[in-house]
């Protein structure tokens, strides 16, 4: 081998030997965070500290809520028509759009059984007229000890008898605008003042009283549509902020930039067992008749959240069925707590339960902290078992 060839050699060993004597120490370990109780403890100056964002909890005090609503006619305003009597339009006075006073009439109906207690009534009246000549025959012989007195109250008897019949049938014609000849003519009249909002009437159609118990619509529906109910769904919560005499704001999507003021006049007693909702009835003034009966609307409303909390919806995390939060009740130490919430939204919530004002909770990277406090109590079950072994040791 020559001096050069070794040369090499000894230079590359050498070099093998120094690379060897400087190498780096290897870096010490990051402390874990640890487990005491039900509290999770960083050290001073943990990396993950920085990641952990907190914000206090504030007072709820009162949360804008919307809720859905439904526009119908005032019932204390409107007048459905149906057939009392069988019949065929004969012809139609009123339509569609057209005001109405007490009294109008709508249509006109050719009703034999109109007809037959029209005559019924007359027939009534006959006999009435009898029963009456025949009291005063009776009171004359009577008075001149030609009969007995059982003969004159048995055409006492008669009279009442008659003039109850008479009465009854007169009444029955009369309730429907009839009048004392036998014409066959049922006249639909109007009992209130308003609009004719829906008309289910053609000429020539025949009519049976039937059709209402066939859930056929009325024959005429007459309203004042410058008052309409509003018919709300809320909630168990909305109560407070929904009592009778209360005024809300209520807005329909097709009229934007339109604002209306309704006024609670009914309150349910009961809660729907199928929705879950509370059933609230309210006025809504419609002087410009802006307003139609069925349209879909959203009323306004400040609900009370009482003693609640309001914390950002981040904050939140679910488990199951329970919802909890984290909270630093000092600067590196976190805890889990349940809550318990009242509202949900989709920028913040409101807790009702478990958290009080001014206490921080961690906004960002829950879950990241939800994972430490896993591995951390995962480390304290396997240490335990060598511990306890360590202390039965003499």
């Known amino acids: 081998m020559s001096d050069k060839h070794l040369l090499l050699i000894c230079l590359s060993a050498l070099g093998l030997l120094t690379s060897c004597g400087d190498a780096p120490a290897p870096a010490a370990s990051t402390p874990q965070p640890i487990l005491q109780g039900d509290q999770l403890r960083f050290p001073s100056g943990h990396p993950q500290l920085g990641l952990l964002k907190t914000e206090n909890a504030i007072v709820a005090g009162k949360v804008p809520a919307s809720l859905p609503a439904r526009l119908v006619w005032d019932e204390s305003r409107t007048q459905r028509i149906y057939p009392a009597f069988s019949g065929r339009v004969a012809q139609l006075h009123a339509d ?63 009279a009442q008898r008659a003039q109850a019949e008479a009465h009854r049938a007169s009444s029955r014609t009369q309730l429907y ?13 109007a009992s209130l003042k308003g609009w004719i909002v829906e008309r289910n009437l053609n000429p020539h159609q025949e009519v049976r009283p039937e059709m209402t118990a066939s859930g056929s619509p009325p024959l005429f529906v007459i309203t004042d549509p410058e008052s309409l109910w509003l018919l709300i769904d809320a909630r168990e919560g909305d109560l407070l902020a929904l009592q009778k005499g209360q005024a809300v704001e209520m807005t329909v999507a097709t009229l934007p930039g339109e604002r209306f003021t309704a006024t609670v006049s009914a309150v349910a007693d009961f809660i729907d067992p199928v929705t879950r909702t509370l059933k609230i009835r309210a006025s809504v003034p419609n002087p410009k008749r802006l307003l139609k009966a069925e349209m879909l609307a959203n009323v306004s409303i400040a609900r009370d959240m009482g003693t609640g909390v309001r914390i950002p919806a981040s904050a939140v995390f679910l488990q199951g069925t329970q919802h909890s ?9 976190y ?32 879950l990241l902290l939800a994972r430490e406090f896993r591995i951390a109590r995962e480390a304290a079950q396997r240490s335990s078992p060598a511990a306890s072994a360590g202390k039965a040791t003499p």
């Open 96 to 158: 569609v759009g057209q005001q109405v006073q007490v009294g109008s009439m709508l249509a006109e109906l050719a009703s034999p059984e109109f007809g037959s207690a029209q005559a019924d009534a007359a027939r009534a009246r006959a006999d009435l007229e009898l029963a009456e000549k025949s009291l005063a025959r009776q009171q004359t012989l009577f008075e001149t000890g030609i009969t007995a007195r059982k003969e004159l109250e048995q055409a006492q008897a008669e």
């Open 177 to 189: 605008g009839g009048k004392a000849e036998v014409s066959q003519r049922l006249h639909l009249t």
């Open 325 to 333: 939060v984290f909270i630093q009740p000092q600067i590196g130490v």
């Open 335 to 366: 805890e889990r707590r349940d809550v318990r919430l009242l509202h949900e939204g989709p920028q913040e919530v409101f807790v009702g339960e478990g958290l009080a004002a001014g206490e921080a909770v961690v906004t960002q990277n829950a």
